[in-house]
T-cell receptor
Framework: DTAVSQTPKYLVTQMGNDKSIKCEQN?????MYWYKQDSKKFLKIMFS???????INETVPNRFSPKSPDKAHLNLHINSLELGDSAVYFC???????????FGSGTRLTVV | GENVEQHPSTLSVQEGDSAVIKCTYS??????FPWYKQELGKGPQLIID?????GEKKDQRIAVTLNKTAKHFSLHITETQPEDSAVYFC????????????FGTGTSLTVIP
């Protein structure tokens, strides 16, 4: 009964490849997010969707494209992977009304 | 936009001592301040939060204080235990639906047995 689940947990791939990370939440939350955590642990927001609508799109290369087929899912597709994309990517969800995020366990992406 | 600063970046304490982590924020519209604990290999977990209409909140060994005038808030952990060792993040947000959290840069806490 995992609340926010991401797959895969680990992803090792070569430069130039295209990969996707999937996220699903079973909490009934309205808003979902993608965060990137670099090697210094800094959490940087990438995207946010509210009821399948994109509401936050930070300065992220357009090689990154989020897709939300329904409000329980927010997937992240990355084209032409680069070495600098190596990081841990976290999906999170939030219920409106000011409660905190629930994070997934992260996807460690390593580009070689 | 909001800017959240967090100090210290690393903190080591002896088991049983207290630990304090401090954050400041810049946007007076922020009214919700959660704290997260991230253990190795896991996602951040919400441990306590406070809203701007409250000055202090406590949950067992963890407490958070908020000074709206000075725009700073702090996490206090008493009687620390080795399992408290983790990276702690503060964040600031408005409570509006969809609004993002602005995270601090994290504090790596080590509790020495």
């Amino acid at each position: 009964d995992t609340a926010v689940s991401q797959t895969p947990k680990y992803l090792v791939t070569q430069m130039g490849n295209d990969k996707s990370i999937k996220c699903e939440q079973n909490l009934g939350h309205d808003t979902m997010y993608w965060y990137k955590q670099d090697s210094k642990k800094f959490l940087k927001i990438m995207f946010s969707y509210n009821n399948k609508e994109l509401i936050i799109n930070e300065t992220v290369p357009n090689r990154f494209s989020p897709k939300s087929p329904d409000k329980a899912h927010l997937n992240l597709h990355i084209n032409s992977l680069e070495l600098g994309d190596s990081a841990v990517y976290f999906c999170a969800s939030r219920l409106g009304g000011g409660k905190g995020y629930t994070f997934g366990s992260g996807t460690r992406l390593t580009v070689v | 936009g909001e800017n959240v600063e967090q100090h210290p970046s690393t903190l080591s304490v002896q088991e049983g001592d207290s630990a304090v982590i401090k954050c400041t924020y810049s946007d007076s519209a922020s009214n919700y301040f959660p704290w997260y604990k991230q253990e190795l290999g896991k996602g951040p977990q919400l441990i306590i939060d406070i809203r701007s209409n409250v000055g202090e909140k406590k949950d067992q060994r963890i407490a958070v204080t908020l000074n709206k005038t000075a725009k700073h808030f702090s996490l206090h952990i008493t009687e620390t235990q080795p399992e408290d060792s983790a990276v702690y993040f503060c964040a600031a947000s408005t409570a509006d639906t969809g609004n993002q959290f602005y995270f601090g840069t994290g504090t790596s806490l080590t509790v020495i047995p």
